[in-house]
């Protein structure tokens, strides 16, 4: 269940992310400013723009999964530099390629590990917990709201956009 999750609906989202990014871009062409306006766009004075935005969801995404696979000293460290479309859609790309490296066996005793960050101050959390409570609820938190800077700025995305194609089937 946690490599559904965490890779496969993490994967997902975030290609759901750059074809929306890809409607940021044809819209910005079609208005006629430069994308880059979207890309430093932000909800509120306080809040963080789309580039960051989207570099948080790829972060908790990535290292979510190495810390639940224990595998954190490998995950991919990331500069924090894009400053482009094309590079902040590399960093998704770069992420969702290092999630598909995940299989169901390398989360074998993730729900029992004990999780901790730096900024935890020695605190943990189970992995179940870690993964429930906060790698989810970030990685939605930040896809989100990089989302929702882009529709308020006018890019033409709904929800069939954000949530992207759907396994239906005929019913039985």
């Known amino acids: 269940m946690i490599q559904t999750l965490v890779v496969r609906q993490f994967s997902k989202m975030l290609g759901n992310l750059t074809e929306i990014l890809n409607d940021a871009e044809k819209y910005a062409g079609e208005k006629k400013f430069d994308v880059a306006v979207l890309l430093h766009a932000r909800l509120a004075p306080d809040q963080f723009d789309l580039i960051q935005q989207i570099r948080i969801a ?38 969702v390629a290092y999630l598909q490296g995940f299989t169901a066996q390398s989360f074998a005793g993730a729900a029992e590990r004990r999780i901790t960050q730096p900024r935890w101050n020695g605190k943990s959390l189970s992995g179940e917990e870690f993964l429930v409570q906060h790698v989810i609820p970030n990685f939605y938190f930040h896809v989100t709201t990089a989302y929702a800077i882009l529709r308020h700025n006018g890019v033409p995305v709904g929800k069939k956009n954000y949530l992207g194609a759907m396994p239906y089937r005929e019913a039985a």
């Open 58 to 95: 790829c972060d908790t995404a990535k290292l979510g999964a190495a810390r639940l696979a224990g595998t954190e000293k490998d995950a991919p460290v990331h500069a924090d530099t894009e400053a482009t479309l094309a590079e902040i859609k590399a960093r998704i790309e770069s992420t």
